[in-house]
């Protein structure tokens, strides 16, 4: 099974702040990643999809990039809603598997 | 409008069985592979199975291969998963969920998810 290495597990940042995650495959994908964000107590919602392409209706300060093995979600300037788990997904082999979860609180 | 709604969790013994049953509404049902992802409380997301269109395909993750069948009912706009020989570590929320690997943008769609706990 690919093993999904998601960093970090948490950070703590302020409004504006920018902010990168990384998800690291065990073996190379191609662009068969999603990026899902998590409100506690809510079902995640997909925010990037084949890597680098936004959801439609979700705002143009979250991106994508990466292929192969390496994955970056970047937000450029934290917003108050922003806090929350931040989750990949490959879809590339079955089983798909998710990362760790990196969970992004107020500083 | 689309809906997944998850029905079927409970409290079960080690070793016990279990059906989660997750209602679809609002799209072509048979156009789309179906998903079980399941989180234990306050852990991360684990995907745990999932079935193609028209039933014929299935994968499961290794931890619940063997013990859970994921089938469908297109003509119910049903999706199931059958769990048997639970163990405490199968206790989680189990969402159903629709698009969760999209190269094209399709949304992805989840259900409010059903907790199962499993007592040992």
């Known amino acids: 099974d690919i093993q999904m290495t998601q960093s970090p597990s948490s950070l703590s940042a302020s409004v504006g702040d920018r902010v990168t995650i990384t998800c690291r495959a065990s073996?190379?994908?191609?662009?068969?990643l999603g990026w899902f964000q998590q409100k506690p107590g809510k079902a995640p919602k997909r925010l990037i999809y084949?890597?680098?392409s936004l959801q439609s209706g979700v705002p143009s300060r979250f991106g994508g990039s990466g292929s192969g093995t390496e994955f970056t979600l970047t937000i450029s300037s934290l917003q108050p809603e922003d806090f929350a788990t931040y989750f990949c997904l490959q879809h590339n082999t079955y089983p798909s598997t998710f990362g760790q979860g990196t969970k992004v609180e107020i500083k | 409008e689309v809906q997944l709604v998850e029905s079927g969790g409970g409290l079960v013994q080690s070793g016990g069985s279990l059906r989660l049953s997750c209602a679809a509404s609002?799209?072509?049902?048979?156009?789309?592979?179906m998903y079980w992802v399941r989180q234990a409380p306050g852990k991360g997301l684990v995907w745990v199975s999932g079935i193609h269109d028209d039933g014929r395909r299935t994968n499961y993750a290794d931890s619940v291969k063997g013990r859970f069948t994921i089938s469908r009912d297109n003509a119910k706009n049903m999706v199931y998963l059958q769990m048997s020989s639970l163990r405490a570590e199968d206790t989680a929320v189990y969402y159903c969920?629709?698009?969760?690997?999209?190269?094209?943008?399709?949304?992805?769609?989840w259900g409010q998810g059903t907790l199962v706990t499993v007592s040992s």
């Open positions: 073996q190379g994908i191609g662009s068969d």
């Open positions: 609002g799209f072509t049902f048979n156009h789309y592979w």
């Open positions: 084949a890597a680098s």
């Open positions: 969920a629709r698009s969760l690997g999209s190269s094209s943008g399709d949304e992805d769609y």
